[in-house]
């Protein structure tokens, strides 16, 4: 009996040994796999609807955008992609022509006259900026053109009639682009780099319909497999362009990228694999599990895993056994976590008698000194997090790292005697509504939150949880002015603080992204301003003017922004990036065959 | 049992499918999460949410939207994915068979097991292998399944344990892979249900050997194995069939969720809980219709099989 166990042991392990052949290319050298594991898995993949950073990973990758950032260089730094080179914009700023390259083809798809992909034009830029303003589209990128671009708004008021032109979006030939501009706009190549900007063909949305969320068909240096709830293959695209990487050109610096091996890639076309595998694992011990087990090359740390890898955080360092094996970088996110105050309800916010209008700040002030940066930042974000004053976040250029500090600063004290100052006391305090969406995380957060305010005398009771099921639900109930405190957290859409800065701007309000429905004509005026700036030291005084003036406002606690710890295999040579775009970096991945598989 | 009898089940099921579709859209467009805010872009106008809300059908008055979802489930049209634009019944045809073949083994082998055991412990009542399958039912019941994967995981799919197995996946294309990949899977599945099982099925076994055609054949002197799987477990067989067809719909629909997430298993489970998570109406309105018809052919197949076990029971 015992013998039978034996050979039925070896009978499976011997067939499971043959599950691990390496797959080869039809020239028999192996097939060079990056896999890559993202915490979330990505919607939709038609670019009109690509809203989050797991959709851009993969249509960055499936199509072409005019523009894209520098791979190593950081501050990060515009770079031609489809475009032939950087815009040529007018005196007057309202003028860009963009020019772009000769003889790039859609991948071949049935959707084309005979199968085979078709060049691209100008006019695909025209189309697929035009279908954000189609009802049609259900898009989700209308707001960064929206009101910014000549006739385009009034185009889709007049019926969204593809065959009617918009005198700002014009194709001038088949290869010259010209956007007519309302205003300056210095953020638009920002706007041209995003997965919303990537160029479709119309004859795959006429083909597949609404199905064309499924059936990608674009020219970018890889083209969809197959994808599911769990993954998502992607494979070279044969007819990708060939331009070889030039290591100055896209910001290598011999110290920072010293033991990198980037200079491997000087010369070569990207991509660099021929096969990308993107694993969509939420849970995070599965992640960790994935990553030990060599079933994926890259993974963002979970934090839970942060003891018992990591030696010391400040600088961050590893200990030996890790280091050995793995590769690892920290990067800040660019955006960062916040609570927001509903400026629009009477009892904390703006009210119409100004005595009362002053009491309400006092309030919101001494509740913003009462909350404790420090505890949060070592209770959520295991002290690796940057705490920041204001919304000028550590990494834009703006922020001001000598800057007065106290808005972030806990001091009970000056809390209380605001609160005793201005009368308020256990039974006037307002009951508040503090919102999140349902999850462990949230619920610690708000507890916390709680506890800290009732070290100022905030009645328990009257803080009260709002809880939603999904961050829909959550963001409906806020834009509908249901909830006095948000729980909120914003990413930059492009490296540039104007981002930011609109999420407090009046017009902005609730549906919009100022949802504390701040409405200071002050922070107005500055920002139509500087809005139409481009970068200069000018426009970062009135940055931080307004930043000042918000803090002064005491409209929200603010704020924190994590660091998210990457490692991955030392046989991988990468910088990797989900700041902005999400998966860029992936056509710049290459694999060094001459490592170990397993280190 | 004859073609009528099975169009009368059948005729008996409408109405059952129509209470629970109703009720579910009822709860979903109620209580459900609302997709609009998800799918708008930053700074939308009031216009903006009302072309979402109108695209995805939320306008409509309630009676129409149910009557188109039934229209859906009649025509097997059930519409695109909100989330992902994909057809849904693509989605569930894909994932459907994969949960299938990952819980099948598991759900096998933990029934088998289940009622061994449990007509062991049955037979050797209130002795010490009866306390030792009971107390180890008892531990099995009250490890938490995400404690079981996750410790499987390690064991047996990681550098830290043995690491036999792929930690995730599903590349099967051979039944060497599929042995592969759904051995771990099965072993947690097995040790999650065995507990329960077990106490079920010896609690049904214990009852039915206290009656009196067991002393009767103790006097006749049958022996163990003989009393125990012709006579005890046969004339068991109604509440066993009962508990498993009736646990077939939620083994099929949710019970491999939790699996299916730790081990990277694109099936319906992770499906239906990222549609619940995010409101994704068109795949919920079709679990919950499928849902609905897999417990009228439970019922059905259930009636069906009452009569061959113990033919007493009357089709009419």
């Given at each position: 009996?015992?013998?039978?166990?034996?050979?039925a042991?070896?009978?499976v392990?011997?067939?499971?040994?043959?599950?691990g052949?390496?797959?080869?290319?039809?020239s028999?050298k192996?097939?060079?796999?990056?896999?890559?594991?993202m915490?979330g898995?990505?919607?939709?993949?038609?670019?009109?609807q690509?809203?989050?950073?797991?959709?851009n990973?993969?249509?960055?990758n499936?199509?072409?955008?005019?523009?894209?950032?520098?791979?190593?260089?950081?501050?990060?730094?515009?770079?031609?992609?489809?475009?032939?080179?950087?815009?040529?914009?007018s005196?007057?700023?309202?003028?860009v022509?963009?020019?772009?390259?000769?003889g790039?083809?859609f991948?071949?798809?049935?959707?084309?006259?005979?199968?085979?992909g078709?060049?691209?034009?100008?006019?695909?830029f025209?189309y697929s900026i035009?279908?954000?303003?189609?009802?049609?589209?259900?898009?989700q990128?209308?707001?960064?053109?929206q009101?910014?671009?000549?006739?385009?708004?009034?185009?889709?008021t007049?019926?969204?009639d593809y065959?009617?032109?918009?005198?700002?979006?014009r194709?001038?030939?088949d290869?010259?682009?010209?956007i007519?501009l309302?205003?300056?706009?210095?953020?638009?190549i920002h706007?041209l780099?995003?997965g919303?900007?990537?160029?479709?063909?119309?004859?795959?949305?006429?083909?597949?319909?609404q199905?064309?969320?499924?059936?990608?068909?674009?020219?970018?240096?890889?083209?969809?497999?197959?994808?599911?709830?769990?993954?998502?293959?992607?494979?070279k695209?044969?007819?990708?362009?060939?331009?070889?990487f030039?290591?100055?050109?896209?910001g290598?610096?011999?110290?920072?990228?010293?033991?990198?091996d980037?200079?491997?890639l000087?010369?070569?076309?990207?991509?660099?694999v021929d096969?990308?595998?993107?694993?969509?694992?939420?849970?995070s011990?599965?992640?960790?599990?994935a990553?030990?087990?060599?079933?994926?090359d890259f993974i963002?740390v979970?934090a839970?895993?942060?003891?018992?890898?990591?030696?010391?955080?400040?600088?961050?360092?590893?200990?030996?056994e890790?280091?050995?094996k793995?590769?690892?970088?920290?990067?800040?996110e660019?955006?960062?976590?916040y609570?927001n105050?509903?400026m629009?309800?009477e009892?904390?916010?703006?009210?119409?008698?100004?005595?009362?209008?002053?009491?309400?700040r006092?309030?919101?002030?001494?509740m913003v000194?009462?909350?404790?940066?420090?505890?949060?930042?070592?209770?959520?974000?295991?002290?690796?997090?940057q705490v920041?004053?204001g919304i000028?976040?550590?990494t834009v250029?703006?922020?001001?790292?000598?800057g007065d500090?106290?808005?972030i600063?806990?001091?009970?004290?000056?809390?209380?005697?605001?609160?005793h100052?201005n009368?308020?006391?256990?039974?006037n305090?307002?009951?508040?509504?503090?919102?999140?969406?349902?999850?462990?995380?949230?619920?610690?957060?708000?507890?916390?939150?709680?506890?800290f305010?009732t070290?100022?005398g905030?009645p328990?009771?009257?803080?009260?949880?709002?809880?939603?099921?999904?961050?829909?639900?959550?963001q409906r109930?806020?834009?509908?002015g249901?909830?006095?405190l948000m729980d909120?957290?914003w990413?930059?859409?492009?490296?540039?603080?104007e981002?930011?800065?609109q999420?407090y701007?009046?017009?902005?309000?609730?549906?919009?992204?100022?949802?504390?429905?701040?409405?200071?004509?002050d922070?107005?005026?500055?920002y139509?301003?500087?809005?139409?700036?481009?970068?200069?030291p000018?426009?970062?005084?009135?940055y931080?003017?307004?930043?000042?003036?918000?803090?002064n406002?005491?409209?929200s606690?603010?704020?924190?922004?994590?660091?998210?710890l990457?490692?991955?295999?030392k046989r991988i040579?990468?910088?990797?990036?989900?700041?902005?775009?999400?998966g860029?970096?992936m056509?710049?991945?290459?694999?060094?065959?001459?490592?170990?598989?397993?280190? | 049992?004859?073609?009528?009898y099975?169009?009368r089940?059948?005729?008996?099921g409408?109405?059952?499918?129509l209470?629970?579709?109703?009720?579910?859209?009822?709860l979903?467009?109620?209580?459900?999460?609302?997709?609009?805010y998800e799918?708008?872009?930053?700074?939308?106008?009031a216009e903006?949410?009302?072309?979402?809300?109108?695209?995805?059908?939320?306008?409509?008055?309630?009676l129409?939207?149910?009557?188109?979802?039934?229209?859906?489930?009649?025509?097997?049209?059930?519409?695109?994915?909100?989330?992902?634009?994909?057809?849904?019944?693509?989605?569930?045809?894909q994932?459907?068979?994969?949960?299938l073949?990952?819980?099948?083994?598991?759900?096998?082998?933990g029934?088998?097991f289940?009622?061994i055991?449990?007509?062991m412990?049955?037979?050797?009542?209130?002795k010490?292998?009866?306390?030792?399958v009971?107390?180890a039912?008892?531990?099995?019941?009250?490890v938490?399944?995400?404690v079981?994967?996750?410790g499987?995981?390690?064991?047996?799919?990681?550098?830290?344990?043995?690491?036999?197995?792929?930690?995730r996946?599903?590349?099967?294309?051979?039944?060497?892979?599929?042995?592969a990949y759904?051995?771990?899977p099965t072993?947690?599945?097995?040790?999650?249900?065995?507990?329960?099982?077990?106490?079920?099925?010896r609690?049904i076994?214990?009852?039915?050997?206290?009656?009196?055609?067991?002393?009767?054949?103790?006097?006749?002197?049958?022996?163990?194995s003989?009393?125990?799987?012709?006579?005890?477990?046969?004339?068991?067989?109604?509440?066993?069939?009962?508990?498993?067809?009736?646990s077939?719909p939620f083994?099929?629909?949710s019970?491999?969720?939790?699996l299916?997430?730790?081990?990277?298993i694109?099936?319906?489970?992770?499906v239906?809980f990222e549609?619940?998570?995010?409101?994704?109406?068109?795949?919920?309105?079709?679990?919950?219709g499928?849902?609905?018809?897999?417990?009228?052919?439970?019922?059905?197949?259930?009636?069906m099989?009452?009569?061959?076990?113990?033919?007493?029971?009357?089709?009419?």
């Amino acid at each position: 009996m015992l013998k039978k166990i034996q050979i039925a042991i070896l009978l499976v392990l011997l067939v499971l040994g043959g599950c691990g052949e390496s797959p080869t290319t039809g020239s028999g050298k192996p097939v060079k796999i990056y896999r890559h594991a993202m915490d979330g898995a990505p919607g939709s993949l038609d670019p009109a609807q690509a809203a989050s950073i797991y959709a851009n990973f993969i249509v960055v990758n499936i199509y072409d955008t005019l523009y894209r950032y520098k791979y190593l260089a950081r501050p990060y730094q515009l770079q031609a992609n489809l475009a032939a080179a950087m815009p040529e914009v007018s005196a007057d700023g309202l003028r860009v022509t963009i020019r772009i390259k000769r003889g790039v083809h859609f991948i071949d798809d049935p959707a084309f006259e005979g199968g085979l992909g078709r060049e691209i034009k100008a006019s695909d830029f025209v189309y697929s900026i035009k279908r954000h303003f189609h009802p049609g589209t259900r898009a989700q990128g209308a707001w960064l053109w929206q009101n910014r671009i000549e006739g385009l708004d009034r185009w889709k008021t007049e019926g969204s009639d593809y065959h009617k032109e918009v005198s700002g979006l014009r194709a001038l030939d088949d290869y010259t682009i010209q956007i007519t501009l309302t205003r300056p706009f210095p953020q638009l190549i920002h706007t041209l780099v995003q997965g919303y900007a990537a160029i479709v063909p119309r004859e795959a949305i006429e083909y597949y319909g609404q199905e064309f969320s499924s059936h990608p068909v674009g020219s970018g240096p890889f083209k969809l497999l197959s994808r599911d709830s769990v993954r998502a293959v992607m494979i070279k695209n044969p007819g990708f362009r060939q331009l070889p990487f030039d290591l100055a050109n896209e910001g290598f610096d011999p110290v920072a990228h010293k033991n990198a091996d980037f200079e491997r890639l000087q010369g070569r076309s990207p991509p660099f694999v021929d096969r990308l595998e993107i694993e969509f694992i939420g849970e995070s011990a599965a992640r960790w599990n994935a990553f030990v087990a060599d079933a994926v090359d890259f993974i963002k740390v979970p934090a839970s895993q942060f003891d018992r890898i990591l030696k010391q955080r400040n600088p961050v360092t590893l200990y030996p056994e890790y280091a050995d094996k793995y590769q690892f970088e920290t990067s800040p996110e660019s955006g960062f976590i916040y609570m927001n105050f509903n400026m629009a309800d009477e009892r904390i916010g703006y009210h119409p008698d100004p005595e009362q209008n002053r009491r309400n700040r006092a309030l919101r002030c001494a509740m913003v000194k009462a909350f404790d940066w420090k505890k949060r930042n070592a209770t959520f974000f295991y002290n690796i997090g940057q705490v920041f004053p204001g919304i000028i976040p550590p990494t834009v250029p703006e922020y001001d790292a000598n800057g007065d500090t106290s808005y972030i600063r806990r001091d009970l004290q000056a809390a209380k005697a605001l609160l005793h100052e201005n009368g308020w006391n256990e039974d006037n305090l307002p009951t508040l509504e503090y919102g999140f969406p349902n999850s462990v995380a949230a619920r610690q957060a708000f507890e916390q939150f709680r506890s800290f305010m009732t070290d100022v005398g905030y009645p328990t009771e009257k803080i009260r949880p709002l809880i939603y099921a999904t961050y829909g639900d959550y963001q409906r109930a806020y834009s509908q002015g249901k909830v006095t405190l948000m729980d909120s957290s914003w990413t930059m859409d492009y490296p540039d603080v104007e981002n930011v800065m609109q999420l407090y701007y009046g017009p902005n309000a609730a549906p919009g992204s100022n949802s504390a429905n701040y409405n200071n004509p002050d922070y107005n005026r500055l920002y139509e301003i500087s809005a139409v700036m481009d970068e200069s030291p000018q426009r970062t005084r009135i940055y931080r003017e307004m930043n000042q003036l918000l803090m002064n406002d005491c409209a929200s606690f603010t704020g924190i922004s994590r660091t998210m710890l990457f490692i991955w295999n030392k046989r991988i040579i990468m910088k990797p990036d989900r700041s902005f775009l999400g998966g860029y970096f992936m056509r710049f991945v290459d694999v060094d065959e001459t490592a170990s598989a397993d280190p | 049992m004859n073609a009528s009898y099975i169009t009368r089940r059948l005729i008996y099921g409408i109405p059952l499918i129509l209470g629970v579709t109703f009720i579910s859209f009822l709860l979903m467009v109620y209580f459900g999460p609302d997709k609009t805010y998800e799918l708008l872009g930053k700074n939308p106008t009031a216009e903006q949410i009302d072309e979402v809300r109108h695209s995805l059908g939320y306008d409509q008055p309630f009676l129409l939207r149910y009557g188109g979802y039934l229209k859906e489930l009649l025509t097997l049209d059930l519409g695109l994915s909100d989330s992902s634009g994909r057809p849904v019944s693509a989605i569930l045809s894909q994932s459907l068979p994969i949960s299938l073949a990952l819980v099948l083994p598991g759900f096998v082998l933990g029934n088998l097991f289940g009622l061994i055991l449990g007509l062991m412990a049955a037979w050797y009542r209130g002795k010490w292998l009866d306390k030792l399958v009971m107390s180890a039912s008892v531990v099995g019941m009250s490890v938490s399944f995400v404690v079981i994967i996750i410790g499987l995981q390690i064991l047996l799919c990681t550098p830290y344990g043995l690491d036999l197995f792929p930690v995730r996946g599903w590349q099967v294309h051979d039944p060497g892979s599929y042995l592969a990949y759904v051995t771990v899977p099965t072993m947690a599945l097995v040790m999650v249900t065995l507990g329960y099982n077990t106490r079920f099925y010896r609690a049904i076994m214990a009852d039915e050997i206290d009656r009196e055609y067991v002393r009767t054949l103790h006097a006749y002197g049958a022996a163990p194995s003989e009393i125990l799987f012709k006579h005890v477990l046969k004339n068991s067989l109604i509440p066993v069939l009962t508990r498993i067809m009736f646990s077939i719909p939620f083994v099929l629909i949710s019970g491999s969720l939790l699996l299916e997430s730790y081990f990277g298993i694109p099936g319906i489970g992770l499906v239906t809980f990222e549609a619940i998570t995010s409101g994704d109406q068109p795949i919920l309105k079709a679990v919950v219709g499928l849902t609905g018809v897999l417990f009228v052919l439970a019922l059905m197949i259930n009636d069906m099989l009452y009569n061959v076990v113990d033919p007493r029971i009357s089709k009419s």
